[in-house]
């Protein structure tokens, strides 16, 4: 399996506290079937990216070079989950911020009073500069799990979307699991990363998560999610194919 959503990099922002506890969740991932893991710093700036992606790299580095020291089979990719807001607009370095220099580029918004005629603003800048936006976690934002129709239009619109393994297991709420169910289920999830932090807040065991998926979504869709679709992005290539179809609120009409 492949997590394209992982804040395993120590030292760059609230993810894995120090080189060891980095290590220590790619152990994790290494028993829980995962080969190959995106590393994901947040960046809270899209200016001024070069410290940032000189730290990241160095870091990564280090990683590489510890797992291979000590047998660990798991492989590190540069990303970052891309904080999106009006600072977008002024950007002209977002290609450098995609995941494996790929064209596709992992974003998430503020988690409030971001309005969905703002997020087609943001992702056709990001598709005017040639790259191809991932929304992080949709199913963690207010804004979406109370408006099925907003997600819908943009499923209409071709956006892609990445869940966190944790939501689909029931971990983090209600609203999280109904949301990043019912796009798994219908074809819309093309990922599914586990945002992970550390070993035990949000972690990367995901084969121990996987047990409280719920058992009805196709297997198709599961081998898309945490194999297929995350390979094209690393090797840039166009994404797997899936019949997607639009999603409706359980209870609701
Ligand atoms: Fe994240």
Redesign the pocket.
Known sequence: MIDI?C?ILNGIDDGARDLETAVQMCRIAEMNGIKHIVA?PHTTTVDNIGHFLETRDNKIRILRQVLEERGIDVKIYPGA?VFVDDDIFFSNDLKRLTINGSRYILIEFAFRNVKIRKIYDYLNEIINAGLVPII?HPERYEFFQFDYDAVNSLIRNGVIFQINASSLASFDGLQEFELAYSMAYNGVASFIGT?AHSPVHRANNLSEMMRYFPPDISQYNMQVMVHDAPKAVLTDSPLPQTERKEIRKRGGF
Do not use: I
């Open positions: 959503h804040h994901t989950e992080a945002d």
